[in-house]
C-alpha cells in the first residue's frame, strides 16, 4: 500500500486485521514493525481504539528504551497484536520470549523511513523468522528500489495499491519559505513568526540533536512554552513532552526527523523547517505533521543563500 503521510494508513490495515484476530487465543497472531518508538506506540493506541469493543484483545508495543523485564512479562501474557521496532523485535527473537507459530498477518508500517534507518537488514531476519504462511502487507509513503526487492523477495505475489496523490503534499496545507541569512536572522525570524502568526501548536525541525535544546532555551528565554525532542532523551521523557503538547501544556516543538517521524498531533497548526532538510521525501514528511486528516496548516522553510539549488 502506498499512499502520502496523514492519510490513514493505520486504519487501512488495522481495521481489517482486527476482523481476523482469534480474541480467545494468547498468542502473537499480528506482527507490525514500525521504525520508531513514536510510531510503534501510536499504532499500538490506534490498535487499542480500534478493538475498544472487542473482548479479551490485547495489544503490546515493543521497542528500545522500555524495561525488557516488563515487555517479558506482558509478552508471557499473550497479546494477540504485537507492534515494535526492529531492533527490540529481533532481541525477543533471539531470547524466544516472542514466539510466531500462530502469525496471521505481518505488516511493514513506514517501509521507506525503515530502509534510511538502515533497518532493512533487520527487517530480512525477522521475515525469515515466519513460517511464510501468514499474510505480508506493507505500507510506504515512498517505493524506492530497496523496497520494492524486500516486497520481491518476501510478498507472494502482491497488488501494489497506491492511492493518487495529486500532488506529494496535501493542498490543504499553506507553502512558503524565507530566504535567511546565518542563524541570527534565523532566529529573528522566528521570534517574528511566533509574534505576528496565529498559532496552536508548532513543530521546528532542526538537522541535529544539539541545535534541538539550544534552540529551546532561546524560544523559552523569549517567552514561549516549548521543549525539545530526539534521539537522546529518554523514552518516558519523550512520551511525557508528546503528551504536553498534546494537551496544551506546552505549544512548541523542537525536534529532529527521527524523534517526529509518525507523529500524530491533531494541534499542530504550524511547520517551521529551520534547517532546510535533505532531499524532498522528509520535507514531505515533516509538513505532513500539519494539515493532518483534512485540517488546514502552514508549513515555513527557512533557505540560505548556498541552500537556494535544494529549493
Do not use: W
Not at 505481518?106 to 525477522?126: K, S, Y
Not at 535544546?213 to 523514552?235: F, M, P, V, Y
Not at 512548541?252 to 491533531?266: E, M
Amino acid at each position: 500500500g502506498q499512499a502520502q503521510t496523514g492519510t490513514g494508513k493505520t486504519a487501512a490495515f488495522a481495521l481489517p486485521i482486527l476482523s481476523q484476530i482469534d480474541a480467545k487465543l494468547n498468542q502473537p497472531q499480528v506482527l507490525v514493525l514500525a521504525p520508531t518508538r513514536e510510531l510503534a506506540i501510536q499504532v499500538a493506541e490506534a490498535f487499542q481504539t480500534y478493538a475498544s469493543c472487542l473482548k479479551n484483545f490485547h495489544v503490546l508495543p515493543v521497542y528500545g528504551g522500555q524495561d525488557i523485564v516488563n515487555q517479558l512479562k506482558q509478552l508471557r501474557r499473550g497479546p494477540q497484536v504485537v507492534v515494535g521496532t526492529p531492533g527490540r523485535l529481533l532481541d525477543h527473537l533471539r531470547r524466544k520470549s516472542l514466539k510466531l507459530d500462530h502469525l496471521k498477518v505481518m505488516v511493514l508500517d513506514e517501509a521507506d523511513e525503515m530502509l534510511r534507518m538502515g533497518f532493512i537488514d533487520d527487517v530480512e531476519t525477522i521475515l525469515s523468522h515466519t513460517n511464510g504462511e501468514q499474510q505480508t502487507a506493507l505500507f510506504s509513503a515512498t517505493l524506492p528500489e530497496p523496497i520494492r526487492r524486500v516486497s520481491q523477495r518476501f510478498l507472494t505475489n502482491p497488488e501494489h495499491i497506491k492511492i493518487e496523490a495529486k500532488a506529494t503534499t496535501v493542498d490543504t496545507i499553506d507553502q512558503s519559505y524565507l530566504m535567511v541569512t546565518g542563524q541570527n536572522q534565523k532566529m529573528d525570524a522566528i521570534t517574528r513568526i511566533l509574534e505576528v502568526e496565529d498559532y496552536d501548536g508548532i513543530i521546528i525541525f532542526v538537522r541535529t540533536r544539539g541545535a534541538t535544546t539550544e534552540l529551546t532555551e532561546k524560544i523559552i528565554a523569549r517567552g514561549h512554552t516549548c521543549a525539545a525532542i530526539n534521539g537522546d532523551i529518554s523514552q518516558s521523557i519523550r512520551e511525557r513532552t508528546i503528551g504536553q503538547l498534546k494537551n496544551g501544556k506546552i505549544d512548541i516543538l523542537v525536534a529532529t526527523d527521527v524523534a517526529a517521524r509518525g507523529l500524530d498531533v491533531q494541534r499542530i497548526s504550524h511547520v517551521i523547517n529551520y534547517d532546510i532538510p535533505y532531499d524532498a521525501e522528509t520535507y514531505v514528511h515533516r509538513i505532513g505533521r500539519t494539515g493532518r486528516a483534512g485540517r488546514s496548516g502552514k508549513a515555513i522553510l527557512f533557505v540560505a543563500n548556498r541552500e537556494r539549488r535544494m529549493l
